[in-house]
């Protein structure tokens, strides 16, 4: 197996060691409520032709994100002041204008709290700008190779749990995302675990009539089906969410070759184990989830409903086992007066949303 170690294994968070005040668990570690949803409601968005500085003004000092597609920049809207996201979209033929109206027309569909919402779109002779949802944690994919940002099983869990409940809801739409990876997840957040689906550039509307081949992807989150150019479904999103989860919990990929060639052939031959030092320390339940989707047929992977339910993701017995693990684990480390004030914050917090 080719393996890419993305953080030091030996940092881990740092607990109390000395007497203080007793405060319920830190937020991050357990609070299972949903994101906050966005500051506007769900609407149906058209791009319109006229010119964008009329309504909004963009920071194009400041890159949120990018890729194959273009970029991505804060920006404020003129009449409100409310924070947003501009996705900046190059597309001059008519082919590339269809591939981001399809993208719109995908959001359009979509409103859960776990999945970024479209706000406005505008249109012009070269591009298509996309005005989003602003959030300010990061990616998630930061979180896993940032080694100031330990990564414990229950952290794991909250992120895994709130990225099946928003695929749960976008497969009930009939909707496949089909290029889920820590890239395309961003934290609301970073004093917090909660999430959002983003980037809905490749997602396809799942019609089981009509049956749909890609040939696009992120190497390494690739399901066997999309290499092999077969039908792809729900299960396809699933195989990237058991390779998401591995990485999570271990800082490894579990597929990576030295070129993209060998990280393919590693996929179709589904060699993977739990025989690297990683794991070591990670629960039964975690093994068992991510072998329930790291199966090279489909039609044997969980679903996303099915994942909600599994012991991994449904035993509060376990999870307070996990929390209790890293408490032991901490108790004998010092203290930062930075993390006093974050568990206070964390704590009073905690406590307001009681009343």
């Known amino acids: ?49 006229h010119q964008i500085a009329t309504f909004y003004a963009i920071n194009k000092d400041e890159v949120l994100g990018g890729g194959r597609f273009g970029q991505v920049h804060k920006c404020v809207e003129n009449s409100s002041g409310l924070m947003l996201a501009a996705k900046i979209i ?115 509307r799942y019609k089981p009539r009509e049956k749909l081949r890609v040939n696009f992807g992120t190497p390494e989150f690739l399901a066997p089906e999309v290499i092999n150019y077969e039908f ?44 690297v030092d990683e794991f070591t320390e990670i629960s039964e339940e975690a093994k068992d989830f991510i072998t329930c989707l790291l199966i090279k047929s489909k039609s044997w992977r969980m679903s996303a409903s099915q994942s909600l339910k599994h012991s991994w993701l449904s035993d509060r017995n376990l999870h307070y086992r996990l929390h209790q693990k890293v408490e032991n684990t901490q108790s004998n480390k010092p203290i930062s007066i930075d993390l006093i004030r974050n568990r206070v914050t964390l704590s009073l917090q905690n406590s307001s949303n009681h009343f």
């Open 232 to 275: 792809v479904s729900f299960p396809t999103d699933m195989w990237s969410l058991g390779v998401i989860t591995y990485m999570l919990l271990t800082g490894l990929s579990p597929f990576l070759g030295d070129d993209d060639n060998e990280t393919l052939n590693n996929i179709l031959a589904c060699q993977w184990n739990f025989e």
């Open 1 to 49: 197996m080719y393996v890419l170690d993305l953080r030091p294994l030996s940092l881990s968070p740092c607990l109390c060691s000395f007497p203080l005040p007793v405060f319920s668990p830190s937020l991050s570690s357990t609070d299972s409520s949903p994101p906050p949803a966005a500051p506007f409601n769900h609407r149906i968005v058209t791009p319109k032709p």
């Open 90 to 204: 190059k597309a001059r033929s008519q082919k590339e204008k269809e591939v981001v109206k399809n993208e719109i027309q995908v959001m359009n569909q979509l409103n859960h709290a776990n999945l970024i919402q479209l706000y406005a779109a505008f249109e012009s002779r070269t591009d298509i700008i996309l005005i989003m949802e602003y959030v300010d944690g990061g990616e998630l994919f930061d979180r896993i190779i940032d080694e100031n940002h330990n990564l414990t099983e229950l952290d794991t869990v909250l992120f895994i749990r709130q990225i099946c409940e928003g695929l749960q809801y976008m497969h009930k739409m009939y909707i496949l995302h089909l290029d889920l990876k820590p890239e395309n997840i961003l934290c609301v957040s970073r004093a917090t675990n909660k999430i959002k689906i983003i980037d809905f550039g490749l997602a396809r």
